[in-house]
């Protein structure tokens, strides 16, 4: 099975498939169109070891659009809490006989580890600090649509690129689609090597939007820090916070945050809910793109030709 465990590796035509995929369910999302029954007679698990609002729902809410029998495995509530295995837990799954599983995990690396156990495609809604595959695909369809393509766009990454799965993914998407990409961060929250990645690293946020045409906002991410230096929410706004002022020098830019957001730090509510936030949109799109990928996912299974 080919399974969907992160954006390395795809080739950019396959990721332009899937966004042209995404946007015919954009418009019959927004027709209401009659639901579509092509996954009908399909168990989709959506197994979440980490918690998530909009991954989940919006994977639970694309599943049951295509008509699959949904159903969640929230890890709180699972034997996992009874020391069960990661292995184990995926061969229970298998043998439940999922025809597709959606899998967010805190270690980098789990979702592969799972795709190698299972006889059913496998998508990761975000495993570490590794990838979120799914969350970039919406982040591109975003930028595709308000700009009309994302070639050429200067999108500016900003926050705790080094723990941060979103970036990842949206670095190797925006690339792969021929973007102008800057990644900016303190430097304890600097992956090394950024120039490796076709990115251009900057610690100096102002400098960072200068001519700006997307500014993708992210949250500092606490919980995986492992002890290192966190800096504080007032330090942390001050020097990277998108502010009102910032966003006054870039006024045809668009305000991208793919949530949780922490208000007040990385971006302030003005800026989120104002006239150049793509927040809600990026929401939007998140469904649709899901149902895109479980469509083109199972497609082999369902004796469907397969995707590019
Ligand atoms: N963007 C994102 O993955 O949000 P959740 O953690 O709420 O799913």
């Not at 009659?34 to 998530?52: C, H, V, W, Y």
């Not at 700009?147 to 690129?161: F, K, L, M, T, Y």
Request: with cysteine; aromatic share 4%; proline share 4%.
């Amino acid at each position: 099975h080919r399974h969907l465990t992160g954006i390395e590796g795809l080739q950019p035509h396959e990721i332009t498939f899937l966004l042209d995929e995404a946007e015919n369910w954009v418009e019959a999302n927004r027709r209401h169109a009659k639901p579509d029954k092509r996954l009908d007679g399909l168990t989709q698990i959506n197994a979440f070891f980490e918690n998530s609002t909009r991954t989940l729902l919006s994977f639970e809410i694309a599943g049951k659009r295509l008509g699959a029998d949904v159903v969640n495995m929230h890890a709180a509530q699972s034997s996992v809490k009874k020391g069960e295995t990661l292995i184990d837990t995926a061969q229970t799954l298998n043998a439940m006989r999922a025809d597709v599983i959606v899998i967010r995990h805190m270690s980098s690396g789990a979702v592969r580890l799972i795709a190698d156990k299972v006889d059913c495609p496998v998508l990761n809604a975000g495993d570490g600090r590794h990838e979120h595959p799914t969350q970039a695909l919406l982040d591109a369809l975003a930028i595709r649509r308000r700009r009309g393509s994302v070639a050429g766009q200067r999108v500016v990454i900003c926050g705790d690129i080094l723990h941060s799965r979103v970036a990842r993914s949206n670095i190797l998407a925006l690339t792969a689609l021929a973007a102008d990409v800057r990644v900016c961060a303190p430097s304890t929250l600097m992956p090394p090597a950024m120039d490796r990645m076709f990115v251009t690293p900057f610690t100096d946020f102002d400098q960072a939007i200068t001519d700006a045409d997307v500014v993708m906002m992210l949250r500092v991410q606490n919980e995986r820090m492992d002890g290192g230096y966190i800096p504080s929410s007032r330090e942390f706004r001050l020097r990277y916070g998108l502010t009102p002022e910032r966003l006054a020098r870039i006024p045809d830019a668009l305000v991208m945050h793919p949530g949780p957001m922490n208000r007040g730090v990385e971006i302030d509510s003005a800026v989120a809910d104002g006239a150049q936030s793509a927040i809600t949109e990026q929401v939007e799109m998140g469904v649709a793109v899901r149902m895109a990928c479980l469509d083109v996912l199972t497609r082999r299974a369902r004796g469907v030709e397969g995707w590019a």
